[in-house]
């Protein structure tokens, strides 16, 4: 069965430090790979996806993910995070065959001024 | 394009009402899902559907019912509401192209059952 899991369900950093919000799925098929933020009060909105080719993409607002298909990951990073980046993020793996899109737990992150 | 458009913003429901919640776009997506928001639990899928009148079922089903009977409009029926189903509830809309997709979201229907 399909599955995501995010390993850091609560994050506190400071102003500046740099973020690491780990993802790994599991899936024997095709995979389009996604990280969604959800700012307080507001709905999902996409931050990055990869599909195919380099590895490494980069999304708005400086994060980026690394796709490690030998370790069906895609950690997502920002090397300064901002108060403003305080949100929850998830983790979405859709299959290209049938369109699901599976999330994972979701990942709180908390950045003090 | 209004995108995915969903109605109402917020619900209260005693239990064993019914009621349904409606999601539309306007983006001329065929694929539609609905999934349903707890705390600690992420985003789960409920319901989807690859086009007018094709639906399937998703994670966690029971307790809702789907139809679609044009391209543009996919409502979540609950026919029997339950405090279980105290949730967030979003719609989604899906492009695909050349074996890529991007899922667009709605706002959310914040349903309370009491």
């Known amino acids: 069965a399909q599955s995501v899991s995010q390993h850091n369900h609560h994050v506190i950093l400071s102003e500046a430090a740099s973020l690491e919000l780990g993802c790994n799925y599991s899936?024997?098929?095709?995979?389009?790979l996604f990280w969604y933020v959800q700012y307080p009060g507001q709905h999902l909105q996409l931050l990055l996806k990869?599909?195919?080719?380099?590895?490494l993409v980069k999304g708005i607002k400086g994060f980026e993910a690394e796709f490690i298909k030998s370790k069906f990951s895609f950690n997502l990073r920002k090397p300064s995070v901002q108060w403003s980046d305080t949100a929850e993020y998830f983790c979405?793996?859709?299959?290209?065959?049938?369109?699901?899109?599976?999330f994972g737990q979701g990942t709180t992150l908390q950045v003090k001024p | 394009n209004a995108g995915v458009t969903q109605t109402p913003k917020f619900q209260v429901l005693k239990t064993g009402q019914s009621m349904t919640l409606q999601c539309a776009q306007d983006?001329?997506?065929?694929?539609m899902s609905w999934y349903r928001q707890d705390p600690g639990m992420g985003l789960r899928l409920i319901h989807y559907?690859?086009?007018?009148?094709?639906?399937d079922q998703g994670e966690v089903p029971n307790g809702y019912n789907v139809s679609r009977s044009t391209t543009e409009d996919f409502p979540l029926r609950l026919l029997s509401a339950a405090p279980s189903q105290t949730s967030v509830y979003f719609c989604?809309?899906?492009?695909?192209?050349?074996?890529?997709?991007?899922?667009?979201f709605g706002p959310g229907t914040r349903l309370l059952v009491l």
């Open positions: 979405a793996v859709g299959s290209s065959n049938t369109g699901k899109l599976i």
């Open positions: 899936y024997g098929g095709t995979v389009n």
């Open positions: 989604a809309s899906r492009m695909y192209a050349g074996g890529r997709e991007t899922q667009y």
């Open positions: 990869y599909f195919s080719g380099d590895p």
């Open positions: 983006m001329n997506h065929e694929y």
């Open positions: 559907s690859v086009g007018a009148g094709i639906t």
